[in-house]
């Protein structure tokens, strides 16, 4: 007997254990802004192919399944889901929600832009507008000092009331960006995502154009993490941990049993 199978229901609690990792960091941000819920996939090792479909079983007769071994199991990726969260008004005139698809974009110290559905900005002590831990938005949207009645536009313009005017003056348009495949982005952290060649080039343009989605003043998007199906997905993973750790137990008793007795 070999220890094929405590090698199988190995891979099984490794695998397992990662998925709980992601479930855990779902439910560690349910209520982080604009965060996406991630989504474990897995995939079998290798098999090992002691008959081959087909095969000859005789002279006359061929194997009708043949005989494959698994190896095991093992997470090939997450998946991010971009479902809409929810969204919440905060009657803050610089807090904005894209609904529909759509990032925004921010400047990184390095240079590269950044994208995030994160649209709690602030002012910075210039007037421009700058995510939470200062990082400016792409294009620079500067404000006054004294300007009054700030709006944000579904299209993305920005305008308000400056100081000795009657009228509303345009102060500049936010643009968001669309990817192919936005599950390709990678995320870096602080409600942040970079570019891939998997998630294809940034297409910028006007929000409520060409399949971007609309601004929302005053509103923040919430998490999309569902709480009861990650507390279901525990449940499942645990049960699923504890059945392999049962086979490894059970394996190492069949082999002490043959050294024992043989």
Known sequence: MTNAALHVARTGLDAQQERMRVIANNLANVNTTGFKRDRANFETLAYQAITAPGAQSSAENKYATGLSLGSGVR????????????????????DVAIEGSGYF????????????RDGSFSLSPEGKLVTGDGKPLIPDISIPEGAQQITIGADGTVSAQLAGQTETSELGKIETARFINPAGLQTIG??????????????????SEEGRGSLRQGSLEGSNVNVVEELVDMIETQRAYEVNSKMIKATDEMLQYVNQQL
């Open 75 to 94: 997470i090939v990726g997450t998946s991010r889901i971009d479902s809409q969260g929810t969204l919440t008004s905060t009657e803050n005139a610089l």
């Open 105 to 116: 974009q921010v400047q990184l110290p390095d240079g590269r832009t950044a994208y995030t």
């Open 190 to 207: 602080d409600n942040l995502l970079v570019e891939t060649a998997a998630s294809g080039t940034p297409q910028v343009g006007a929000p």
